[in-house]
């Protein structure tokens, strides 16, 4: 059976420099990603000269070429499905692997959320992420005339890919109003790279004359077997849709965008304590300043431990692995000291502005409340309409648990990481309990779905 | 605040749903109360079988067969489906000899009048084309159903608040208050309630509650996994069951037992079991169990290799020591009833124990004399005279 002294999940930003750091540390680094090839979300594809490149862009990518010289064993297209204390049950197209790891960091990222909606299954919406990876890693562009709604800074971002790659949204819809963003204006002091790189969007929607229009929301999309519009309403100050305030605009794809959820499978899994922390966007691992969690050895480190960006996730990455080099005893407490107070300060930057994002990016309820209606489904994989939900929710459902048993909520394919968050916001909307209370569904294995054969299997090679 | 009621079931798996509506249907003020929510204990993290060949001719099988009727009934009695599938069930032979004890239990079944159908090897692989083509043959057994444990509790709960009853979720049972040895009151976490009669319908944990009343029940948790496979339509067209199953059931090791069953739900999903062993009260997933149950499932359908597993669980079934339930009053503490102790039967035999508790409670004389096989009071049920020690 492989062994490892660090087993890294996940080769996003946070996974990179997480292996590169520790390899430099003297600590022999197996990294595992699903995906065909390592960058995850950020770095996804090639960096195109007509994108803007952030300090946190060329620093990933100079991770990404320095990983084959850096002595690191990697396994892509490789699925971690299950851990045990140290051992991580893999599921490779050539089948199954058991690795032993001395420490393990999660690095597995966040996904994004996107607000049910009537029409919200139709083919052509998307989330403003996938947009992203279509236009950036595939050079697909989605349709036509793309609409980018939903709140947050991501839509700029997205928004801009587009426009350098010669295909303008026909819109940008925001749902919080300007007066919110300015409340932030302080957290954001002394991050000029923000700023400017938040400036350099507008004005590239300025001159790609894309309207940025904030308070308005996408309530409806129309068409029979593809997206052919969407009906957008304004919203009034507590963030419900304004009738009378529709409009329609032909389009054939939308992105829909409200921020992102961590992925916290791998964490819940192993039995580490977790708590709700709306400014690191729901559910994340409890950890300390090195990413350590409470399970021994194992750490966290990226958006899977709180949604803060690309340049946050390259810091805890690198953070964690001086923890895991700590716990194996390649460095001692002081140098561990030492090195984590170089990055104090760039990192309590970071989560400030990570507090900002994740507050801009949040759904407003009123309008999740009014958009997930009758026979809109809540579960896709299992075809749950938002009205049996309501239902289970008025005969007493408090809890993901609890709904999971009333209807089919969370038992399909991707085993509720997409209506999850989406519930517990309409169990506090229809209840008034804070949305922690709702809990999340608890994760059993496998982590992803894998053939029966692999489950079967001994694993050991 | 405090309550008072007629009758206080405690649990709200199917066992005490089936409890609830039966009194709420004979007219009795019954409230239910559950430290949860409605089958948040073993009744949604179980099969949906219920079955009738794993029972013996005698008390067993007419309960079974008292309670499959009732089920039947309950369809169009509670307005609510429950994914109640009368497709009847597969027993699966690997060898001649396995064939053989296949065909005395169907033989003992018809002596009962029960259908029961051996199929040869190429009969078998005609109503199952999914299955290994090695298999010596099979026993189809037609009246056996499916029904979804979760629904069927949630539907029989709804029906009973229609019929007067109140149900309190979120009332976790901290105190049973007596009178002498009467029944007085119970105390729970949404309140107090005062009433002379208890029905302990608390699956697993129902020895907790006895205790509060200084009895020791013989029900252990004997734990059981499954595993769920992605959406597979028309995989398999009826549960199946090797036959080796009923001995994983009756033998007393504590080691883990696996044998298979596999049965696919309306939504095309298929649940891979089955398993049992004692682990205390420990619900989490072992892996090594559900290998172990992955590789019985490919013995028998070796087609499942490609299908994605998607999602393992395990849940506890209260096991008794002879194999039957404890249905019935405790006559050492007037006032207290059981429900419990249905270990891998719990949803074939509720709706017959809701009406035996029923019965039991409004009218003693109609209980069916194949009650008297499940009295608790079989295993000397003796409030224990220890005085509890301070520590
Ligand atoms: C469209 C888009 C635009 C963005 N734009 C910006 C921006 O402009 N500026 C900015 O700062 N941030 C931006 N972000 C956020 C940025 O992508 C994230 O901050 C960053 O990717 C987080 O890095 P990470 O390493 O934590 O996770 P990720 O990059 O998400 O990497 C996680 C990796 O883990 C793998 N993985 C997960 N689970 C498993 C498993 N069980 N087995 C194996 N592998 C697994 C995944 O395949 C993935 O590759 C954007 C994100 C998106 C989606
Ligand atoms: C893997 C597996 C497969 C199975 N397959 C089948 C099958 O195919 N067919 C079949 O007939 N049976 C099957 N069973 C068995 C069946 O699931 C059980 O017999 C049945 O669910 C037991 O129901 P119950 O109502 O007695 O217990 P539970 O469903 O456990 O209900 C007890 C309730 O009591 C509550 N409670 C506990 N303590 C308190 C307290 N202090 N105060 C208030 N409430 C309390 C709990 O929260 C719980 O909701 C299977 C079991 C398992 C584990």
């Known amino acids: 059976m492989p062994f490892a002294e660090l087993a890294v999940v996940g080769a996003g930003p946070a996974g990179l420099s997480a292996v590169v750091t520790a390899a430099r540390l003297g600590v022999k680094v197996v990294l595992i990603d699903e995906y065909i090839q390592p960058g995850g979300q950020y770095l996804k594809g090639e960096a195109f000269a007509d994108t803007l490149s952030s300090p946190a862009e060329r620093q990933g990518r100079a991770l990404l070429r320095s990983l084959p010289s850096a002595g690191i064993t990697t396994y892509w297209q490789t699925v971690v499905w299950h851990s045990e204390k140290n051992r991580l049950h893999l599921h490779r197209p050539q089948g199954p692997l058991t690795l032993d790891a001395a420490t393990v960091i999660a690095a597995t990222g966040a ?61 940008v819809l925001e749902s919080s109003a ?41 309530v409806r999309a129309l068409g029979s077997d593809h997206l052919e519009a969407v009906v957008t309403a304004r919203l009034d100050s507590r963030g419900r849709p304004v009738s009378g305030s529709e409009e329609t605009i032909p389009v054939d794809a939308l992105g829909i965008g409200f921020g992102f959820i961590p992925n916290v499978d791998l964490t ?88 900002v994002l994740n507050t801009l990016s949040s759904p407003p309820d009123p309008l999740l409340a009014a ?30 648990d609890a709904l999971k048993t009333a209807t089919r909520v969370g038992q399909g394919l991707c085993q509720g990481r997409t209506c999850g968050p989406i519930l517990a916001r309409l169990v506090a909307s229809q209840t008034g309990c804070p949305v922690e209370q709702a809990g999340f569904f608890r994760v059993r294995p496998p982590l992803k779905p894998v053939p029966l054969s692999t489950v079967a299997a001994e694993g050991v090679e | 605040m405090t309550r008072s009621a007629d009758v206080v079931v405690i649990g709200g798996g199917i066992v005490g749903a089936a409890c609830t509506y039966y009194l709420a249907r004979a007219g009795v003020d019954v409230h239910l109360v559950e430290r949860q929510f409605i089958a948040s204990g073993t009744s949604r993290a179980c099969d949906s079988l219920t079955l009738l060949w794993d029972k013996s001719p005698g008390p067993e099988l007419i309960l079974g067969r008292a309670s499959t009727a009732l089920w039947a009934g309950l369809v169009e009695e509670l307005d609510e489906p429950f994914e109640y599938h009368r497709r009847g069930t597969v027993l699966l032979a690997e060898d001649e000899a396995g064939l053989e004890a296949g ?161 696919q739900t309306p939504a095309g999903t298929i649940l891979l079991g089955s398993s049992r062993e004692f682990a205390g009260f420990d619900r989490s997933v072992s892996l090594t169990v559900v290998q172990a149950i992955a590789r019985r499932a490919l013995r028998f359908l070796p087609g499942l290799a490609q299908v994605p597993a998607i999602r393992s669980y395990a849940g506890l079934r209260p096991w008794s020591p002879d194999h039957l339930p404890l249905i019935g009053p405790v006559e050492a503490v007037p006032g207290f009833y059981l429900a419990t102790g249905h270990e891998g039967s719990g949803i074939s035999l509720a709706p017959v124990t809701g009406r035996l508790i029923a019965d039991w409670i409004v009218n003693p004389n109609r209980v069916m004399p194949a009650a008297a096989a499940v009295r608790p009071d079989r295993f000397e049920l003796r409030p224990r005279t220890d005085k509890p020690t301070n520590h």
Request: aromatic share 6%; hydrophobic share 45%.
């Open chain 1, 111 to 171: 996904r994004e959320l996107a607000l049910p909606f009537p029409g919200w299954t139709l083919p052509g919406v998307m989330t403003v992420g996938g947009i992203q990876v279509l236009v950036k890693a595939h050079r697909v562009l989605p349709g036509q005339k793309i609409l980018l709604a939903g709140s947050g800074p991501l839509l700029l971002a997205a928004a801009y890919t587009l426009i350098s790659h010669g295909l303008p949204p026909v819109a």
């Open chain 1, 178 to 218: 300007p007066r919110q963003w300015m409340r932030f204006g302080p957290a954001l002091g002394g991050q000029t790279g923000r700023m400017s790189e938040g400036w350099r969007y507008l004005q590239a929607l300025r001159r790609a004359r894309v309207p940025y229009r904030f308070r308005r929301a996408v």
């Open chain 1, 268 to 355: 819940q899994l192993a039995g580490c304590t977790h708590r709700y922390a709306p400014a690191l966007g729901g559910w994340v691992p409890l950890v300390n300043e090195h990413q350590a969690t409470d399970v021994p050895g194992l750490f966290a480190a990226g958006e899977c431990a709180g949604v803060a960006g690309a340049e946050a996730a390259l810091l805890s990455g690198e953070a964690a692995a001086w923890g895991a080099a700590c716990h194996l005893g390649r460095v001692d407490r002081q140098e561990l000291a030492h090195h984590l107070t170089r990055l104090k300060q760039a990192r309590q930057r970071q989560h400030r502005f990570a507090a």
């Open chain 1, 371 to 400: 958009l997930a209606v009758g026979d809109v489904p809540i579960c896709r994989c299992e075809g749950v309409t938002a009205a049996a939900v309501r239902q289970a929710i008025d005969r007493g459902a408090r809890t993901l």
């Open chain 2, 103 to 263: 065909r005395q239990t169907a033989a003992a079944m018809q002596a009962q009048g029960i259908r029961a159908e051996p199929l040869a090897q190429a009969d078998l692989l005609k109503l199952e084309p999914a299955l290994s083509p090695d298999l010596a043959g099979g026993v189809f057994f037609p009246d056996d159903a499916q029904i979804d444990a979760r629904r069927a509790a949630l539907a029989l709960v709804a029906a009973a608040r229609r019929q007067g009853a109140t149900v309190h979720q979120g009332a976790a049972v901290t105190g049973i208050r007596r009178r002498g040895e009467e029944i007085a009151g119970v105390t729970t976490q949404a309140g107090d309630f005062a009433t002379h009669r208890v029905v302990c319908a608390a699956g697993v944990w129902s020895n907790s509650l006895a205790r509060l009343v200084n009895l020791d029940l013989p029900i252990r948790p004997r734990k059981g996994h499954i595993l769920v496979t992605a959406r597979a339509p028309g995989f398999i067209h009826h549960p199946l069951l090797e036959g080796g199953y009923v001995s994983t059931v009756q033998t007393a090791a504590e080691g883990v037992q696996v044998a298979l069953v596999a049965e």
